[in-house]
Every structure is written in structure tokens, then in C-alpha cells.
């Protein structure tokens, strides 16, 4: 599976961007998927998950409220959509696949695969 975010950019305080995870592949509507982030000198964090299914969505406390995340398996997407966004949000942005559907979805090693990762800058 190979995994290509996009959607970043520049954005001020209180502004909203979309993000999207386009998936190779025909087995994606089977994996679970996740965003995280990592902001300069800090370790990366989990931000969002998605069942393969769609009916659970789980999230970092720090988004709960802002941040939605969705999939299209027609379109082999996943979509992190951010509303309200805060300086503190500025990051790279990671889209992961675990075709494993583990409970722990908040941790990195549950994802095989992953992008390559798209800038968010929040200018307050």
C-alpha cells in the first residue's frame, strides 16, 4: 500500500484545512487508518483513527471537537478535517494504514505503512 497526503498549507488561527490520504491498492477499504503529527523537536502524536469500516472514529484529546476524520473507499481516501485550528496545531501531517485493525490505534506501531506527510502552518 503506498499512501500520499496532501492538503497542507498555510492557514491563520481559527481557519480550517482538509487534508487527504489517497491509497494504492484494493485491499484499503479493509485497513484501519490514522493521522498523526510530529511539530518540531517533538515526537510524533497520534491525532486520528478510523475503523476499516467506518463506524469507529477515535481521537487525540487535543482535536476532540475540532477535527474530523472520514473515509471514501470508493475513492481509496481518508480525510482529516480541521475546523478551529490553533497555532499549536503547526506540524507535518501523517496518514498510516494498519491492516491489522489493532486496539492500539494511538500508537505508530500499529501501522504498517504510511505517507510521506503535508505541512500545516496555523498563524496566529
Known amino acids: 500500500v503506498q499512501l500520499q497526503a496532501s492538503g497542507g498549507g498555510l492557514v491563520q488561527a481559527g481557519g480550517s484545512l482538509r487534508l487527504s490520504c489517497a491509497a494504492s491498492?484494493?485491499?484499503?477499504?479493509?485497513?484501519?487508518m490514522g493521522w498523526f503529527r510530529q511539530a518540531p523537536g517533538k515526537e510524533r502524536e497520534f491525532v486520528a483513527a478510523?475503523?476499516?469500516?467506518?463506524?469507529?472514529?477515535y481521537y487525540a484529546d487535543s482535536v476532540k471537537g475540532r477535527f474530523t476524520i472520514s473515509r471514501d473507499d470508493a475513492k481509496n481516501t481518508v480525510y482529516l478535517q480541521m475546523n478551529s485550528l490553533k497555532p499549536e496545531d503547526t506540524a507535518v501531517y501523517s496518514c498510516a494504514a494498519d491492516p491489522w485493525g489493532s486496539s492500539l490505534y494511538q500508537e505508530t506501531r500499529s501501522y504498517d505503512y504510511w505517507g510521506q506527510g503535508t505541512q500545516v502552518t496555523v498563524s496566529s
Open positions: 478510523i475503523s476499516w469500516s467506518g463506524a469507529s472514529t
Open positions: 491498492g484494493r485491499t484499503f477499504s479493509r485497513y484501519a
